[in-house]
């Protein structure tokens, strides 16, 4: 089935490690983001990637990292993580700007 | 700040009423989108409209955009139980990204 999936579906994490979030779709989709969702706050964008081999900064860029060496992955990096990053974090796709966009089921990160 | 604000940010209606949420944003867009999240789960798109259209429908939603006002509505009709969730709005500006709001969490009780 067309889709995207996450891995893995919830972490627990202690403050200080590194950990990668991966995002595969195999929709083709040029376009694809990273979120995350906070109570009250809504979606705020961290890092997006239009097509593969580019990347930029969202809303909240800082103490993430993100690559596109192909089409379908796109792994979120926390270097180091704080306990501000606990979090829900979504990633989408899209085929193009002003289109839908597809979401993932979501990765629930807990750092302690 | 975010571009896109959701009123009223929770409603409770009993099932076969109609649920009215309303968006207000601050700038000029390309288009604007709904998405719907039901606890637990990721965004499910549910209607874009541009922003030289007024009105979609699909099924039991209709969504309508004021650019002047800056305010888009999303009218479910007839809502049942199953409509229980939380609905966003989007706001697309001249980038490829989307500003979402903060959300009205519908209850809808049978």
């Known amino acids: 089935i067309a889709g995207i999936t996450q891995a893995p579906t919830s972490q627990i994490l202690a403050a200080g490690r590194r950990m990668t979030l991966r995002c595969t779709q195999d929709m083709r989709h040029n376009a694809m983001y990273w979120y995350r969702q906070d109570l009250g706050l809504g979606l705020r964008l961290i890092h997006y990637s239009n097509t593969a081999g580019t990347t930029g900064k969202g809303e909240v860029p800082d103490g993430y990292s993100v690559s596109r060496a192909n089409t379908d992955d796109f792994p979120l990096t926390l270097a180091s993580a704080v306990p501000s990053q606990t979090s829900v974090y979504f990633c989408?796709?899209?085929?193009?700007?002003?289109?839908?966009?597809?979401f993932g089921p979501g990765t629930r990160l807990t750092v302690l | 700040s975010q571009q896109g604000e959701e009123d009223p940010q929770a409603l409770s209606i009993q099932e076969g009423e109609n649920a009215t949420m309303n968006c207000s944003y601050k700038?000029?867009?390309?288009?604007l989108q709904w998405y719907r999240q039901n606890s637990g789960r990721g965004l499910v798109h549910l209607i874009l409209i541009r922003s030289n259209e007024r009105e979609k429908h699909s099924g039991r939603l209709r969504v309508t955009l004021d650019t002047s006002k800056k305010s888009s509505s999303l009218l479910i009709t007839a809502s049942r139980a199953a409509d229980t969730a939380s609905y966003f709005c989007?706001?697309?500006?001249?980038?490829?990204?989307?500003?979402f709001g903060t959300g009205t969490r519908l209850q809808v009780f049978p």
């Open positions: 989007a706001t697309e500006l001249n980038t490829d990204k989307l500003i």
């Open positions: 989408a796709s899209r085929p193009g700007q002003g289109l839908e966009q597809f």
């Open positions: 700038t000029s867009i390309n288009n």
